[in-house]
């Protein structure tokens, strides 16, 4: 690498035309006696995943063994990997993360009733039952789940016997716990004329669904001002609407949706508006297209996430343990509201019919309110979307132990970044990210893109990041000037590597950049600095950095080759 004889410590440069910048990062290891050279790393001294850096410590960027969420292995290098089977699971069967077999939702048991627990207020519902004289007994069941809730006592069981039970079912004043046989057994197919084939509203807090099918004409399941409601064992598939729908109306609204697999419907599998939700050892996976609203846009989210779009009250969730896939538009969208997504995989989003997005996870303000959404997403691997993987827009987020990576151009060949983080020029929100021990690699066009907001980078690896089919970039990390909004980005990136990018490591256009102990190597162009809507861009240097190929061990140096900043998402 060519070295200028002027050095620098600590400084801020401004841009000089495609012309070396006076060695920033020139001498990043400096002491209080210029003259003193800094310690030579001994070889051998670092593992094969580590980085020798200048002071001759040993750099590590990644994950280790401990950050690896339940569910997950250590792939013995520097990331988390999901235990989930090879092949992708036929329909109606699933396998949440740490499972290596594709299974049932659950077992169906033995006998009429199955492993469903028998107590003395227990109403029995079986659509066989050919006597006439219904009375709620075993010998003498129900025909209907909708007489069974009609006759339950507050708390009691209705237990389902096999069967496909074309009714829509409310539960409202009281808590029932519906209960069938096993969701291979026991279908409920919604007639759609009401909002749900399962309807649970005002005055039904501890309300149980468990162990059903849940199909139809409408919506799967919608609830909404009760709390403590649980979802569990549910194969909620092939609807004319959404799965499942949860929104807070007049009264708190919490549900628990665990080991359910929710599969096939339109619009969004799985729906919260205001209110609280768990999802839990789940699988969302392809949810249809629904035919374009008034804007002309259709959706096909995995998970849709916002703020009320009346009272604009904030959501919250946790998304723990699932596998959302091969939905459309969207894997996970949150608008305006607060999330926590740990030890989940989203992966395989597709554009929409219309040709929008594909987007792994989105996080956005709000659709309602002019606020900012908060998510941590920790322990995940976000993989093989096909726009993006992480789009944040006037928000704040934290990704911790994640891995980002394999993100596909669009089908006009465009985009297919890993992590792009901008402001939202409709709020002027900036977005605000904290990216910790994760790894970014093999996506398209960038691998991490600032735009006209705030990144701190600790700890983490950016590399092989490719340019799109058209040619278009290539670059580790980016941060740009937003000229629409006049937003400066800036970065902070500390203890982390970028390598074997296509283009620049860590280019800079009319934003701001400061590096320290970390490693930037074999890129085309290292570190780049371009004036960008007549602004120079500004790096610093804040000590202990080292460049090179194949071995990061020499001093940095920033230029300027006037390259084509990327456009906003």
């Not at 801020?12 to 495609?18: C, D, E, G, I, S």
């Not at 909404?224 to 009264?251: K, N, Y």
């Not at 994640?402 to 409709?426: E, K, L």
């Not at 371009?530 to 020499?554: E, F, I």
Request: with cysteine.
């Amino acid at each position: 690498m060519a070295v200028s004889p002027l050095r620098y410590a600590g400084s801020m440069h401004r841009r000089a035309p495609v012309a070396f910048l006076g060695c920033w990062l020139a001498c990043s290891a400096c002491s209080s006696q210029p003259d003193e050279p800094a310690p030579e790393p001994q070889p051998g001294h670092c593992s094969v995943h580590e980085v020798a850096l200048s002071d001759g410590s040993c750099l590590f960027a990644g994950m280790t063994p401990e950050d690896c969420a339940a569910g997950f292995v250590h792939d013995g290098a520097l990331g988390c990997e999901p235990v989930l089977p090879v092949e992708a699971c036929p329909f109606g069967q699933l396998a949440a993360v740490g499972e290596t077999i594709c299974r049932e939702v659950a077992p169906c048991g033995d006998g009429t009733w199955g492993d469903i627990p028998v107590e003395a207020s227990t109403q029995h519902v079986d659509g066989g039952y050919p006597g006439g004289d219904s009375d709620g007994s075993s010998a003498r069941p129900w025909t209907t789940i909708g007489a069974g809730v009609a006759a339950a006592a507050p708390g009691a069981i209705i237990a389902v016997a096999e069967g496909s039970y074309v009714e829509d079912v409310s539960i409202a004043g009281k808590a029932v716990r519906l209960w069938g046989r096993c969701p291979s057994l026991v279908e409920v197919v919604g007639t759609g004329q009401q909002p749900a084939a399962i309807l649970i509203t005002t005055a039904a807090p501890g309300t149980e669904v468990r162990n059903l099918a849940i199909t139809g004409a409408g919506a799967g399941v919608a609830q909404t001002d009760s709390v403590d409601v649980v979802l569990e064992a549910l194969w909620i598939h092939d609807l004319g609407f959404r799965g499942v729908v949860v929104q807070a109306t007049q009264a708190p609204t919490r549900v628990r949706l665990a080991g359910s697999l929710v599969e096939r419907n339109q619009e969004m599998g799985v729906y919260l508006a205001g209110g609280q939700i768990t999802i839990e050892s789940c699988v969302v996976r392809d949810t249809a297209t629904y035919p374009p609203d008034v804007t002309g846009h259709g959706y096909g989210y995995g998970i849709g996430i916002h703020d009320h779009p009346i009272t604009g009250d904030r959501a919250e969730a946790l998304i723990r343990s699932c596998v959302v896939e091969w939905n459309h538009d969207q894997g996970v969208l949150v608008a305006g509201s607060d999330v926590t997504i740990e030890a989940s995989v989203i992966r395989d989003t597709q554009p929409d019919d219309y040709g929008g997005f594909g987007q792994g996870v989105s996080i956005i303000d709000g659709r309602f309110a002019a606020q900012r959404a908060n998510v941590t997403l920790r322990g995940c691997v976000v993989e093989r979307n096909q726009k993006g993987g992480v789009l944040i827009g006037g928000s704040d987020v934290v990704i911790e132990a994640t891995t980002i990576r394999h993100s596909q151009p669009n089908a006009q060949g465009a985009y297919g970044g890993g992590v792009a983080v901008q402001d939202d020029p409709a709020t002027g929100h900036r977005g605000m990210l904290t990216l910790v021990r994760s790894v970014v690699q093999q996506n398209h066009r960038t691998g991490l893109f600032v735009g006209g907001s705030d990144a701190v980078v600790e700890s983490s690896l950016v590399r092989d990041t490719l340019p799109t089919p058209a040619g278009f970039f290539g670059d580790g990390v980016t941060v740009v000037n937003r000229g629409e909004t006049g937003s400066e980005g800036n970065l902070v990136m500390r203890d982390s590597r970028i390598e074997h990018n296509s283009r620049a490591g860590l280019a800079v256009f009319g934003a701001n950049a400061a590096l320290a102990g970390s490693a930037v190597s074999c890129n085309a162009f290292e570190l780049t600095t371009d004036v960008a809507l007549g602004l120079p861009a500004t790096l610093q240097d804040d000590g202990g950095n080292v460049c090179g190929c194949p071995q990061p061990d020499d001093s940095c140096h920033a230029v300027s080759p006037g390259l084509e900043p990327p456009e906003p998402l």
